[in-house]
């Protein structure tokens, strides 16, 4: 399994991006995908998350300003992060569920990093202001 994720850069607060994770190995519409960032000096927190249904969850500080999405033909999740703030530049990554078509369970499994058994290299994004 392999997950690359692209399409971080430098924006303004207030301004947009958009960052994918193209899939090979499974298919990303049959495993829940998240998306995770990591600031210097700090732990890994939990973005956003999809499952194979399509529910989506959100951290609180993301929540209304970022979209979580995916391209099943193209194999490839989205997160596109709009009304930037500072506080959101970190390294992006992407994780995969192992499970096929997980069942559904209680929401702290769709944020929790260990629910993710592979993980992409990150991509940088920077908010300045």
């Known amino acids: 399994v392999q997950l690359q994720a692209s399409g971080g850069g430098l924006a303004q607060v207030g301004g947009s991006l958009r960052v994918s994770c193209a899939a090979s190995?499974?298919?990303?519409?049959?495993?829940?995908m998240g998306w995770f960032r990591q600031a210097p000096g700090k732990e890994r927190e939990f973005v956003a998350s999809?499952?194979?249904?399509?529910?989506?969850y959100y951290s609180d500080s993301v929540k209304g300003r970022f979209t979580i999405s995916r391209d099943n033909a193209k194999n490839t999740v989205y997160l596109q992060m709009d009304s930037l703030k500072p506080e959101d530049t970190a390294v992006y990554s992407c994780g995969l569920d192992a499970t096929f078509r997980s069942p559904i369970r209680d929401d702290d499994y769709y944020t929790d990093r260990r629910t993710y058994d592979y993980w992409g290299r990150g991509t940088q994004v920077t908010v300045s202001s």
């Open positions: 190995g499974r298919t990303v519409s049959n495993h829940v």
């Open positions: 999809i499952r194979p249904g399509g529910k989506t």
